[in-house]
């Protein structure tokens, strides 16, 4: 008998079905364009909800919202223009609109995203000013010069945004990318549109918490110093040229606020005061560093992953990155957009109140 055509059953691998890698690459394509688009509506509805809530309610109708506003038109915009074409490049895994929308979108996706970035480096601006010198910038700070900030603010972003544009590199039909052929591109792009936006941030922000926490310690020692006089009731101390260090997460009604404060005070009963005293800088210190922490954290943990991989790949021609990880970056700096309206407006009672009516659908007054 010949066993040489007999075939040795343990040596025979089993080979996976390609229909069931198939499958299972497609219910993962169809879960990943479910999520992109989950995400893409609730950052629509989101901004949407703030844009209507300034717009109809008299007590946002001021010129920081109207900053808040513009950001979240931008952001809107990002979720409407920018997201959906990008989830069906996702779902498609190759590009089949062509170069001139490939150069639309592109456009309007760096753009965007540049001036949603510019417009919180506006509020920070904003913000430092309001705290360091409230009552001088109280005058200047009108409906006019927000309207200009925010054009100014679009203007960079189109200059910042239009030289990538014109001389990035076209490398295929089926990819809709930007690459450069130079770093001076590269430097110029990421730094207008980022580093330089972040850098003022940060700076900005820090200053805005030391001017804070020297208001809180301020309050606290002249209301322990009014305690200790013998029960004599003497004037606090309230910096009037400085406001409440509530402005950090609250920029609709400084004036109201600091006007508020100062009828309340001689009402408060002595037993009242002693309650707050320098302890009442604790709480507040504590909210205006996690205020300050989650706009700053938010926005870094967002851009900067994006921002690194736009320098390395472009300025080291041996770098690589997968397409994947590619589009994680890419869709990490989108939920920015998402985040920003959430940030700066969950911190504010008016923002809550005005929420909560367009909510239950209540009329407006």
């Not at 909800?49 to 919202?65: D, E, F, Q, Y």
């Not at 430092?128 to 960079?156: G, N, P």
């Not at 544009?165 to 730094?191: A, K, M, N, P």
Request: charged letters at 20%; hydrophobic letters at 45%.
């Amino acid at each position: 008998m010949d066993l040489s055509n007999i075939t040795d059953v343990s040596n025979i691998t089993v080979t996976d079905n390609p229909l069931d890698v198939e499958d299972k690459s497609t219910s993962s394509n169809v879960l990943l364009t479910l999520t992109l688009s989950l995400l893409a509506i609730m950052t629509t509805a989101i901004n949407s909800l703030v844009i209507t809530a300034i717009i109809v309610t008299r007590k946002l109708h001021h010129p920081a919202n109207y900053l808040i506003c513009s950001l979240a038109v931008t952001d809107l915009l990002v979720a409407i223009l920018v997201m959906p074409v990008g989830i069906v490049y996702i779902a498609k895994e190759t590009w089949i609109m062509g170069q001139v929308v490939c150069n639309i979108w592109l456009g309007v996706d760096i753009t965007c995203c540049t001036c949603s970035i510019l417009h919180l480096a506006a509020i920070a601006v904003d913000r430092y000013r309001a705290i360091t010198d409230a009552v001088e910038y109280s005058r200047k700070r009108t409906s006019r010069r927000a309207a200009i900030m925010i054009a100014a603010v679009w203007l960079i972003s189109v200059l910042v945004s239009l030289p990538p544009l014109v001389w990035r590199r076209h490398d295929s039909e089926q990819e809709c990318l930007i690459l450069y052929d130079h770093i001076g591109f590269t430097i110029y792009s990421t730094f207008g549109a980022f580093y330089i936006p972040l850098t003022l941030i940060l700076i900005l922000y820090y200053k805005i918490y030391r001017a804070a926490k020297t208001l809180f310690h301020r309050r606290s020692t002249s209301r322990l110093t009014k305690r200790e006089a013998n029960g004599t009731a003497l004037p606090v101390c309230l910096d009037k040229d400085r406001p409440s260090p509530d402005t950090i997460s609250d920029q609709s009604n400084e004036g109201d606020r600091i006007r508020s404060t100062i009828r309340s005070r001689p009402a408060e009963s002595r037993r009242e005061r002693s309650f707050k005293g320098p302890w009442i800088s604790v709480p507040r210190e504590k909210r205006a560093a996690t205020m300050l922490g989650l706009i700053l954290g938010a926005f870094v943990i967002c851009w900067l992953p994006f921002f690194l991989k736009e320098v390395i790949v472009n300025a080291c021609t041996s770098c690589s990155i997968s397409g994947g990880m590619a589009d994680l970056l890419t869709w990490l700096g989108y939920l920015n957009s998402l985040i920003n309206p959430l940030i700066y407006t969950i911190f504010n009672k008016d923002f809550k109140k005005a929420f909560q009516k367009l909510v239950k659908c209540r009329h407006y007054l």
